[in-house]
């Protein structure tokens, strides 16, 4: 008896030692984890692994040993989107770890979402280097183009075109442009005014220049001073209004835009809130500017902006947005009169574009102010496309920049009145973007949640039915039948 206690108490200790050792385990693999954490993605497509793109990002960050702050400001409601923008904070902060983020419920801390400009949610507020920005998508591709420009030591210009009756940036008016101007520079752009009469040309460092609105057509030599800048690789917005500035359309219909006078008449548009002369525009031709964009936006007085189908050479014109097919254009003269009936010899029918862009590869360094004086008059003006052929019929091989345009139809969709409807800041932004070239900053293919399903034979059926319901439990059975015995026969010994 009292070998068989001791067995007893040897066995029951040997047990209660297993126990602790194994618990030992856990809490040590456990305070490791905790020290040194790591992910494993196990997910075919890489969901939950960075691009390399932005991994290489983040190693930027800590060679220049640069901390990031994230402020996310999401409603108590929202948290299938609160969790998914946190997993995604989560795989940035494994690559860097002065990367920093915190939840904001806006209701709660009003105060400080007024702090940081956040006007709508979800918000994530950027912050790098003493410099900041918003983004409202909360996805890899907008978060690391984010961090990017908040990196960039380049400031660019925007500069806006005064003199003809335009926008204006410094009036809060219901017809100003201080929000378009505001929202330009919450992007870390420099916007300046550009008077054409008092200078010599565009300045070197335009990134844009933007025509909001003339009342009036810029001069001759103006004309020419935009035409120089746009052959020399720059980049171009007009927001035209209905029945204006004959000259600078004719300018842009070199460049692939038809604009008629003509203003558009929309039904669909008072269905849906607005007008007769407001259109509603909820379709949009896929291109970088509208890319993932289904908000609506509103044109009010408007007019066609439609791709012109005898393209100069060199030159591709894309419309982006178009006005619903119970919509149609209707003269100066029937505006006048009250009638706005479709007539079928002046009008066009819809759906109509009201908005386009277009691209034409133009030769680099054109604007060296020695080589511009040694062009003749027609090759200053040259068509768009045709300075190209002539530098190569010339032997010089010049490296070609892309110039790039957008036009809107509409001039009161930028206006104070009407900037801050549902996408007109978005879709106004957006060109800004993509004319600055900070569209594709850095492109991050969306990872594919798709299902792989697995197609399994008769034979792997039956092996995945057989094995986890007979083979595995007959094993543990038959190893619990062994240490039965060997226990039994030791307690016996």
Same mark, same amino acid.
């Given at each position: 008896m009292a070998i068989n206690s001791r067995s007893k108490i040897f066995l029951g200790g040997g047990t209660a030692a297993g126990v602790l050792i194994f618990l030992a385990i856990i809490v040590g693999v456990q305070y490791i984890a905790l020290q040194h954490p790591k992910r494993w993605d196990l997910t075919g497509s890489g969901k939950h692994t960075l691009a390399p793109q932005s991994k290489k990002l983040m190693e930027t960050l800590r060679e220049k040993k640069l901390p990031v702050e994230i402020l996310a400001f999401y409603e108590s409601k929202d948290m299938g989107p609160r969790d998914n923008a946190k997993d995604l904070l989560d795989q940035y902060?494994?690559?860097?770890?002065?990367?920093?983020?915190?939840?904001?419920?806006?209701?709660?801390?009003?105060?400080?979402?007024?702090?940081?400009?956040?006007?709508?949610?979800?918000?994530?507020?950027?912050?790098?280097?003493?410099?900041?920005?918003?983004?409202?998508?909360? %996805?890899?591709?907008?978060?690391?183009?984010?961090?990017?420009?908040?990196?960039?030591?380049?400031?660019?210009?925007?500069?806006?075109?005064?003199?003809?009756?335009?926008?204006?940036?410094?009036?809060?008016?219901?017809?100003?442009?201080?929000?378009?101007?505001?929202?330009?520079?919450?992007?870390?752009?420099?916007?300046?005014?550009?008077?054409?009469?008092?200078?010599?040309?565009?300045? /070197?460092?335009?990134?844009?220049?933007?025509?909001?609105?003339?009342?009036?057509?810029?001069?001759?030599?103006?004309?020419?001073?935009?035409?120089?800048?746009?052959?020399?690789?720059?980049?171009?917005?007009?927001?035209?209004?209905?029945?204006?500035?004959?000259?600078?359309?004719?300018?842009?219909? %070199?460049?692939?835009?038809?604009?008629?006078?003509?203003?558009?008449?929309?039904?669909?548009?008072?269905?849906?809130?607005?007008?007769?002369?407001?259109?509603?525009?909820?379709?949009?031709?896929?291109?970088?500017?509208?890319?993932?964009?289904?908000?609506?936006?509103?044109?009010?007085?408007?007019?066609?902006?439609?791709?012109?189908?005898?393209?100069?050479?060199?030159?591709?014109?894309?419309?982006?947005?178009?006005?619903?097919?119970?919509?149609?254009?209707?003269?100066? /003269?029937?505006?006048?009169?009250?009638?706005?009936?479709f007539d079928e010899k002046t009008g066009m029918k819809g759906p109509v574009s009201v908005m386009a862009a277009s691209t034409f590869t133009a030769p680099h360094g054109k604007s060296d102010k020695e080589k511009d004086k040694q062009l003749s008059k027609e090759e200053e003006f040259t068509e768009p496309g045709s300075q190209d052929q002539k530098a190569t019929d010339k032997g010089d091989q010049p490296k070609a920049v892309k110039s790039r345009i957008v036009v809107f139809g509409s001039s009161l969709l930028a206006a104070n009145k009407f900037f801050k409807l549902q996408g007109n800041p978005d879709l106004f932004m957006n060109s800004v973007s993509w004319l600055a070239e900070d569209e594709n900053l850095i492109a991050i293919r969306p990872k594919s949640t798709k299902s792989n399903p697995i197609v399994l034979t008769g034979s792997e059926s039956w092996a995945v039915l057989l094995i986890p319901l007979l083979i595995i439990p007959f094993i543990w059975i038959g190893i619990g039948v062994v240490v039965y015995l060997y226990r039994r026969r030791t307690v016996l010994a």
């Open positions: 902060k494994d690559a860097y770890s002065d990367f920093k983020y915190s939840f904001v419920d806006p209701d709660k801390e009003r105060t400080l979402a007024i702090q940081n400009k956040v006007e709508a949610y979800p918000t994530l507020v950027i912050k790098v280097g003493g410099k900041d920005e918003r983004i409202t998508t909360a %996805d890899e591709e907008s978060l690391t183009n984010s961090v990017a420009r908040l990196l960039r030591t380049e400031v660019k210009k925007i500069y806006l075109l005064k003199g003809h009756g335009e926008l204006s940036p410094e009036s809060s008016e219901v017809d100003g442009f201080n929000a378009g101007k505001a929202a330009i520079e919450k992007q870390n752009y420099k916007v300046e005014d550009l008077v054409l009469l008092q200078a010599p040309g565009v300045p /070197e460092d335009a990134s844009v220049v933007i025509v909001a609105g003339p009342k009036t057509d810029p001069l001759d030599t103006e004309i020419h001073s935009i035409k120089e800048y746009l052959n020399r690789g720059g980049h171009l917005m007009v927001l035209l209004t209905p029945f204006k500035t004959p000259k600078l359309c004719a300018l842009l219909n %070199d460049y692939g835009f038809k604009t008629a006078d003509d203003i558009v008449v929309d039904r669909m548009s008072r269905v849906l809130g607005g007008d007769y002369l407001m259109p509603v525009i909820t379709t949009y031709i896929k291109f970088p500017i509208t890319k993932n964009f289904t908000l609506a936006s509103f044109f009010p007085e408007v007019r066609s902006v439609v791709a012109s189908r005898d393209y100069k050479p060199g030159v591709d014109v894309q419309e982006l947005a178009l006005t619903s097919p119970v919509s149609w254009t209707i003269n100066e /003269e029937q505006l006048n009169s009250g009638n706005a009936n």
